[in-house]
Each structure stands twice: as structure tokens, then as C-alpha cells.
């Protein structure tokens, strides 16, 4: 008797970043209309130095109803300080990793707190080192897990995102 092993789909995670938040808006739009199966983490830096850990809406009028909007209603967030990039603000499904905390300080915040988390994601150390170098520069980073194929990958998600809509 020959037994052949099925694989099930594998979930993928891939980055993209953006310096531009209305990139980051078509970007929200077109995965939620093109992958129900795709979850979408946004990150960015908000200062150079220490923000404080006080409510985010003190940060602006409206900055936490804005994401709640863009991300649907039970959309994660918050913040974190890392001493090479600054103020990160996270928002989405990988927050909480993010916002971890380990005797007191959390994950995101810890010298290699972010690189550990990517990797651990999935990114490879090419992909990883790119990521945190673009948010350090204070680009956009949306981090995308999703179940779509290798093909609907590339057709999907290699897309300027001028042309997307």
C-alpha cells in the first residue's frame, strides 16, 4: 500500500512598505476586497524619541477611530518605544506579539525584539533587515499573512499601488 501526504495551504507572510498612508489606505482596500483569508498588521513610526504610554487618542483627535475605520472595528493597536527606531505605533493582528511584555518591557521594544518577531513570522534575514530599515526611515510597513497561492501572490499583491484602484 502506497499512502501519499496531502499538503494543506500554508499561510505566507510577505511586507510591503510605503512612504505614502494613502498607499497604505488602497493597500487596506484592495486586500480586503481581493483575500478574505489575508490579515494585514500596519506599522509605523510616530517620533524619534519616547511618546509616553499614555492613550493614543492624546496623540490626535480621532488617530484611534481613524484605524478602528480602516481596519474594521475590532482592529489591535497600540504602542511601543524602541531605542534604533523610536515611537512605533502597530496596528492589526500581530499587535499583541508586538506589544508582549517580558519583565516589564515589551518585545517590540527590545533591542532585537522586532528582528526576533519577524523572523519569527516568517521574513527571511534579507526581508527582515529591508523591513526595519524602511520603519526606522519612517516608511509604512504592512505586514500581510495570507493563505492566497504563489501565483495569486504575485497577481494580487505585486501591484503598484497607484494602479490598484
Keep these: 500500500m502506497i499512502s501519499k501526504t496531502i499538503e494543506k495551504d500554508k499561510p505566507s507572510i510577505f511586507f510591503k512598505t510605503t512612504a505614502q498612508l494613502s498607499h497604505v489606505e488602497k493597500w487596506v482596500e484592495f486586500i480586503q476586497e481581493n483575500s478574505r ?15 509616553g504610554e499614555g492613550d493614543l487618542e492624546m496623540l490626535r483627535p480621532g488617530f484611534k477611530d481613524y484605524w478602528k475605520n480602516l ?40 533591542s532585537e525584539g522586532i528582528y526576533g ?15 526595519i530599515t524602511k520603519l526606522a526611515e519612517g516608511r509604512f510597513l504592512l505586514l500581510c499573512k495570507t493563505w492566497v497561492t504563489k501565483e495569486d501572490h504575485t497577481k494580487y499583491f505585486n501591484v503598484n499601488p497607484n494602479r490598484i484602484l
Excluded: C, H
Design 117 to 131: 518577531i519577524l523572523r519569527g513570522l516568517g521574513l527571511n534575514d534579507n526581508e527582515t533587515t529591508l523591513a
Design 71 to 110: 481596519l474594521g472595528p475590532k482592529a489591535l493597536f497600540g504602542l511601543f518605544f524602541n531605542q534604533d527606531i523610536g515611537t512605533v505605533f502597530v496596528a492589526g493582528p500581530y499587535s499583541p506579539v508586538f506589544l508582549q511584555e517580558v519583565d516589564g518591557k515589551k518585545l517590540g521594544a527590545m
Design 37 to 51: 483569508n489575508t490579515q494585514l498588521t500596519v506599522m509605523f513610526k510616530l517620533g524619534k524619541y519616547y511618546q
